[in-house]
Every structure is written in C-alpha cells, then in structure tokens.
C-alpha cells in the first residue's frame, strides 16, 4: 500500500510540475509578444516611490531655462535665416511633456532609458526627448505608462546634425559609449575641436537647432571625409528629468 500511494503521489507532482512548466512557457510569450510592455508597466508601480523628487525637478527646470538663455542670442538669427531658406515649418515649443527616468541601460551596448509617461500621457514613437543641455534620444516604443528612449549613443542612433562655425551639414553615429562619432563628407571642412553641434535645419526628423554637443577630437586620417568625437552636453547617466517634444516639426 505505501509503495501505492508513493508512485500515485509521484504522479501528481509530475503533473504539477507539467503545468508549472507550461504556465512559465505561456508567460514568456506573452513577455515576448508584448514586447516587454507588461514588464514595463510592473516596474512603473514598483518604483513609484523612487522617482526623482519635485524639489529636483525644480532645480533641473532652472537649468533648462539657464540653457535656452544663454543659447538664445547664438541661435535665433541662424535659425530665422535658415528656416527662410529651407522654407521649413515652425516647430512648437509649448506642445511637451516632462517625465522622470525611473529605469536606465546607459553601460551597455543598447543604450536606453525608461520614462514614467506612456501612451495614455500622449508619448508616441518618434517623439523628440531633451533633457538639460540638449537632445538625448527618441521615443522607441511605448507602453500604457511608460516609453522607452532610444539615446543618441546607441548603436541605432543616426541622424542630421549642424556645425554652427563652419556652416555645415554632417552625421551623428552612436558608437554605443559616451561619445558618439560625428562625419562630415568633406576632406576640406575645417572643423576644430570647440566647435558647437546642433540639430541640423535640413532635418527631416527632428527640430533644428537643438543642443547637442562639442567637438572634443577630430580625426583627419581618412581621404574622402573627416570624423570627430563629440562630447555631449547632455549626460544620460545623470539626468533624472526629460522633457518629450509632442509637436511634429
């Protein structure tokens, strides 16, 4: 009898262990189908208690308004006369939303950060985030409440940038660590390590004349075009507070 109930009790584990194994299997698909959004939103409630304050908050937002003054009378009559050239639409600086980082992956290859706004604050793909100094990345994804931001460092970062000294157009590669490569296809530019970069007027993705960052090395070995290295003005790793541009450009 005990050799009995000791297979018939074997038995039932096994099930349960069946099934325990069947439901973690049905809870991965579901991860991988949603794309991490349920993960997401649990770490959203979890970490609630540990955002950044609003005595913080404060602080960053006298620093943003620091920044656009001491940038505005540097900008404003670039930006004027290129849009009268380019003929390119205004873009808002009312429509944004401020969001906390409340989760980072700034050491690795993807380089990413996490917002506590998502879809229900109105955050879409493709939207623009800035933070103090300058631009840090576009919204990725988005889930109910948060959104996942694609920085400028990351290998998948690509876009148009401008080298206000030299008049000139060129492309910002993130090499995914802190300095992201900047190339200008043309042997002859004479870009010098100071050298302001902001988002170029031409572009087609984001708003012109955002901060950016400095040139901090220029490499002249190449035939056909120059590389340099830029130092971002903004700092991934220590920004607790971003502002995401809702307006289209």
Do not use: C
Not at 146 to 173: A, C, F, H, M, Y
Request: aromatic share 10%; proline share 4%.
């Amino acid at each position: 009898m005990l050799g009995i109930r000791r297979i018939s009790t074997s038995r039932w584990w096994h099930k349960k262990k069946n099934w325990l194994f069947f439901a973690i299997f049905l809870f991965l698909v579901f991860v991988r189908i949603s794309k991490g959004a349920f993960y997401k939103d649990f770490y959203y409630f979890i970490s609630k208690p540990f955002w950044p304050g609003q005595f913080q908050k404060e602080i960053v937002f006298e620093s943003i308004n620091q920044e656009y003054l001491i940038k505005l009378n540097l900008l404003k009559k670039d930006n004027i006369r290129l849009r009268q050239i380019l003929s390119l639409q205004e873009s808002s600086n009312d429509e944004h939303i401020s969001a906390a980082v409340i989760s980072r992956k700034t050491g690795s290859w993807w380089r990413q950060i996490i917002l506590n706004k998502g879809s229900k604050d109105g955050v879409e793909i493709g939207n623009i985030v800035i933070g103090p100094g300058g631009l840090l990345g576009t919204v990725k994804n988005t889930s109910l409440f948060t959104s996942s931001v694609t920085l400028i460092t990351s290998p998948e970062s690509k876009i148009g940038v401008w080298v206000d000294r030299i008049q000139i157009n060129g492309l910002l590669v993130g090499l995914g660590d802190d300095y992201p490569s900047l190339i200008i296809y043309s042997k002859d530019a004479d870009i010098k390590v100071g050298d302001f970069v902001s988002s170029s007027p031409a572009s087609t993705l984001l708003p012109p004349n955002i901060p950016i960052g400095i040139v901090l090395s220029v490499d002249e070995t190449l035939k056909l075009k120059k590389t340099a290295k830029i130092s971002l003005l903004a700092k991934p790793h220590v920004i607790d507070w971003v502002q995401i541009l809702k307006g289209n450009i």
